[in-house]
């Protein structure tokens, strides 16, 4: 087997002119800036390779001159398809002077193309992308004149619309890592992320290509645990040693642990986030999390939500998730952006948006720079500024409920917050929202045809796109709706029955959100059998660790036997209930007094034994008949039992 270890100088001279270039990077996780640098130094020098197509799914850059922005060179780049701009301005530069092709499509779809070119198929086939800017019947996400050919297809299939992301070969992919064997198998123990760095190698191998991989040091042959290569050596052709330098973890952070899973940091050191605009908007965001949902939050505005969520004690209950693939955690901000703190698990990219797209996200809480009458939303495009759409429209279109926040003007707003309402000190100078959007990376439209729930919501007041359009509900104590709201916006929503927003979000100290979610949580467990008389509740998963958690759950199954009227047979299930046991006294107490107060009978099941066992002691202790089960149809016979038997004792079967 050959040595594959070259110089940075060495494996760029494989790129030709008009390559089809690709490169992993998402913002400065796994950006392979040495070899970036040494592509653009071979060009200044030679002028070559010349007329190259790039290809990247999240922007690999910093906004300034880190990243993809050291090859926005003219003659160096030709046509760039991108998934995120707004990090490498100067390739945005180039393609709003109209000097190369260019094109945005959803950073979800070109990271299943990698899939797709590496399987020879025939493009990623969608919903993804239907009704907004990159479906070919409005732009086919074509950036300017001088961009002719279409990239995205319409399709029928089964009576459906369909869009296809056609395919194309891949020549060079440029890649990064953390450690390589002389036969280049690639490990990323010290990466935050893995991205899509498998799929990519594949996409340039199997179109007869090259990969070239830049990591951080050397390993022995036949040393890596082959668990952990994330890029098989076959894949491979050249290995190059960085300089720590061009080899950050992340543009913001040198190397973390945290961020490489290596060590877990404490969360009780988040800083609350000060009661402004950004607080405000985030705590009423917050009130639409989903206690054990899945939900992904966005860049800018929507990363304030995580650190409600940590506020709030709630991270607990939630999984929260960012598009290149980390599940559970606290995402990270900023240069960090796409990192978390504490994951559970980082997958690849192309993978969790298999999940997105497939409906699996509970909530997703995004930006929103425009939105108007039909509830459009737009953050890709703004006259001379190019952000592009990145993950927005896979997570906006897939998730079950999306919530787009941001202030309600901008350029300029202050504002105050005093005696628990809202205070306009100085209005932004631009409006956001207007008559018409000027680019629909949402469709207020889509959304309503498909029953998708979408709320929009400002430091001011919440709207809601609902069948009969844009409505007004929600409006922040301290703002006057027509001197606020209407005389800020180019159209009137539909007002009908506007309710204040909850005062709490405007108190400086924790809302006590926590018990709020877990409480509508709780109360969505309990159920009421008419025709049987019986009360179920459903505790699977369910953790009462406070007193305050005791009184929650006496409080909700109280008012469920009040509504009924008379006494209930109770089933409850147990599995995978938590109950502290500093607080378990005062839980076996408050069973006692609402099976003596509400219950004609009680069964409760768990298949876990130790739970049988400490529910039947709490309960006997307090001269309660522990009648526990295993099973849920052991629990239902005793119900069934128990009702063929009045109150005498006697059968009335």
């Known amino acids: 087997m050959k040595n594959k270890i070259v110089s940075a100088d060495e494996a760029v001279a494989i790129i030709r002119d008009r390559d089809t270039v690709c490169t992993s990077g998402f913002v400065g996780v796994g ?39 050291r090859l926005a060179h003219d003659g160096l780049v030709k046509r760039v398809v991108g998934g995120h701009w707004a990090l490498v301005p100067k390739l945005g530069e180039l393609a709003l002077a109209n000097r190369i092709e260019a094109y945005n499509l959803p950073l979800g779809c070109i ?46 299939i089964g009576g459906e619309e369909w869009l296809r992301y056609k395919a194309f070969p891949i020549n060079v992919a440029i890649l990064r890592g ?124 929507p990363e304030g939500v995580a650190a409600v969520a940590a506020e709030e004690h709630m991270l607990k209950y939630l999984t929260l ?49 425009q939105a108007d009458r039909a509830g459009n939303v737009n953050v890709s495009r703004f006259s001379s500024r190019l952000a592009g759409a990145g993950g927005f429209i896979n997570i906006s279109q897939s998730a079950k409920k999306i919530v787009f926040a941001g202030t309600f003007t901008s350029g300029g707003l202050k504002l105050a917050v005093e005696d628990e309402a809202v205070h306009i000190l100085r209005e932004g100078t631009m409006r956001k929202f207007i008559a018409e959007v000027e680019q629909i990376t949402f469709s207020g439209d889509y959304a309503a045809e498909t029953g998708q729930s979408v709320f929009y919501v400002t430091e001011r007041c919440v709207l809601q796109r609902t ?56 109360a969505d467990r309990i159920s009421y059998d008419a025709e049987r008389n019986t009360l179920f509740v459903n505790f699977e998963g369910f953790e009462v660790r406070t007193v305050e958690d005791v009184d929650l759950v006496r409080r909700e199954v109280e008012n469920a036997c009040r509504v009924v009227g008379k006494p209930v047979a109770l089933i409850a299930n147990y599995d995978g209930f938590h109950l ?71 059968s009335q079967a």
């Open 31 to 69: 950006t392979p800036d040495e070899l970036l640098i040494a592509l653009e130094k071979r060009y200044r020098e030679t002028r070559h390779p010349s007329d190259l197509t790039l290809l990247f799914a999240a922007a690999p850059g910093d906004s300034k001159e880190r990243g993809l922005n």
């Open 111 to 156: 990271s299943h193309l990698y899939r797709s070119i590496a399987a020879r198929g025939p493009g990623t086939i969608t919903k993804i992308g239907l009704r907004t800017f990159v479906d070919p019947r409005l732009e086919g996400g074509k950036l300017n004149e001088k961009t002719t050919e279409d990239l995205v297809e319409l399709l029928t």
């Open 178 to 301: 953390t450690t390589a064997d002389p036969t280049g198998n690639i490990t990323m123990e010290r990466e935050a992320l893995t991205l899509d760095n498998l799929a990519m190698a594949m996409a340039a191998k199997n179109s007869r290509g090259f990969v070239i991989v830049q990591v951080e040091r050397i390993a022995a042959s036949n040393s890596l645990n082959p668990r952990e290569v994330q890029i098989p050596g076959i894949l491979v052709d050249c290995v190059v040693v960085a300089d720590p330098e061009n080899h950050p973890q992340t543009y913001g952070t040198a190397y973390s642990h945290a961020f490489s899973g290596r060590q877990r940091v404490p969360m009780d050191r988040v800083q609350p986030l000060e009661l402004d605009e950004r607080k405000i908007i985030a705590r009423r965001c917050a009130f639409e999390l989903p206690p054990g949902g899945v939900v992904n939050l966005g860049i800018g505005m």
């Open 321 to 369: 998730t960012a598009e290149p693939g980390v599940i559970g955690g606290m995402p990270q901000g900023g240069l960090n952006f796409g990192t978390a703190l504490n994951p559970d698990a980082v997958i690849h990219q192309n993978q969790q948006f298999d999940f997105y797209d497939g409906g699996g996200l509970d909530l997703a809480c995004l930006g929103m720079a």
């Open 467 to 522: 069948p009969a359009g844009l409505e007004l509900i929600e409006v922040a104590p301290g703002i006057d709706i027509d001197r606020d709201i209407l005389g800020q916006m180019d159209f009137k929503p539909l007002i009908r029955n506007v309710r204040p927003m909850d005062a709490r979000i405007f108190r400086d100290h924790p809302m006590g959100l926590e018990h709020m979610l877990l409480g509508r949580n709780l």
């Open 580 to 650: 502290e046991p500093q607080v378990s006294d005062t839980y076996f107490s408050m069973i006692a007094y609402l099976e003596k107060r509400y219950y004609s009978s009680a069964s409760r099941y768990t298949t876990s034994a130790f739970m049988r066992m400490k529910l039947g002691e709490g309960l006997a202790e307090r001269h309660v008949a522990p009648h526990i089960f295993e099973t849920q149809a052991e629990a239902q016979r005793f119900a069934r039992s128990q009702a063929s038997i009045d109150p005498s004792g006697r």
